[in-house]
């Protein structure tokens, strides 16, 4: 879906300004210094695609259009970095008065998708980091949203949509004023979620479900699984997951957000456990702090130890904040960038001892 959007975005902004030119021609047009504007054709050709809009295409361009489908840029062209870091962050509650330090205000909430938007970052799920399948627009960047322990201010339904002033109504309205983003995110789940109602909580996460969100177990009892039995953790760990299963039974449960960020004794019980009442197989053991995450075709892509970045505004890096890390990843130009193609995987070649041997089929090198 993502891909038509794009293609219509773009083949929309050729037809109505006429501009035929690939991107190519576009950026060896030469621009004389200090003129480059948003409505240069050099800026034209460096945006992600998907942005393309008549305001922003060239006003001269003569070239009737041509019909074929626009290619994929270059990955030089766009700094695609696909063995890049990928922010995972972490929200929990919205409160009026920012609540704690895992707290945000609705407009601190805000501020921050806007902010991540405008800097060409995209939401993916964790399945598709998990498994290397994500497919953003050339030039973007993802990012992963979680949010733990579905308090009834993350999502709420009014009419059957998303109500505003939740997390997911707010996300799903900031997301709306950009073409390329769609507001999807990993929402880990107590008992009763989304205010303690059963059967409101099961619609809930059933339109999540249905809307490409992902569920996440977050046990029963949100207590540590650390200094607990094997049977203790299975027993709690297979009831979380029955709690997405028994409202959603087509949901794939691969993703285990630590509650309160510890590990039981033996990581493996995290893993994989069975009771009478069901079992569970996690690809994913998610962290609570305090870093980007590797790319999943880093040599260092560790899923059942995934950090996260916790949502704030500190700029101290002991804090590990959003706000440092992600003004970081701008300052040290490292975060991962797609190449636009799903299958490819592409990376200045001066990386390429941190390719995962595993994807050396796929690996795409290029002189930056
Ligand atoms: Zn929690």
Redo the contacts with the bound molecule.
Sequence with gaps: MRLVVLVVAVVAAALLTGCGRTDSEQSATPTPAGSLSPSSPASVATLPSGRATPATAAPTATAMPTPTPTPTPAPAEVGADELGRVPVLMYHRLTADGGGPYDRTPQAFRAELAWLFEHDYVPVVASELLDGRIDIPAGTKPVVLTF??SSREQAQLDDGEPAPETALGILTEVAADYPDVEPVAVW?VLPAPFGGDEKRGRRIMRMLHERGHELAN?SCS?TPLSGRSRAEVARDLVCGANTIRDAVPDAEVRVL?L??GRFPDQRRWAETGETPQGRYDHDALLKVGARPAPSPFHADFEPLALPRIRSGNSTQQSDFESAFWLQRLEAEDNAYVSDGDPQRISFPAQREAQLDAAFGDRANPYQP
Excluded: V, Y
């Design positions: 733990d322990d880990s977050h949100h957000p509650p309160l």
